[in-house]
């Protein structure tokens, strides 16, 4: 996995639009740049101030998302896989 990182991205929540419609989030195509990395690559140290459980924001660019089926899960889980170069802000809380 070299210096990457999976990340399980956060979910896209339902919003209004002006007329008080609720808008799914299937509807529009933009998904949260968000979520939470589940996983380091092989050259990625928690020296460099990443670590499983932080709570990241990334770009759109570069990334490689893929499905897991997971014993003891409804369905398969998505994983988003991205350099981290993509990363432009760390620790949100």
């Known amino acids: 996995m070299g210096e990457r990182l999976a990340i399980l991205r956060d979910v896209a929540s339902d919003s209004f639009d002006k007329e008080g419609l ?46 897991l089926d997971l014993d003891g899960h409804d369905g398969p889980i998505s994983l988003d896989v991205l350099s981290v170069l993509d990363i432009y802000w760390e620790d949100l809380k």
Do not use: T
């Open 22 to 67: 609720i808008v799914k989030p299937e509807q529009y195509k933009r998904a949260p740049l968000s979520g939470v990395i589940v996983c380091l690559g092989n050259k990625v140290k928690e020296e460099d101030g990443y670590y499983v459980g932080q709570a990241v924001n990334f770009n759109k660019f570069n990334v490689i998302e893929f499905q």
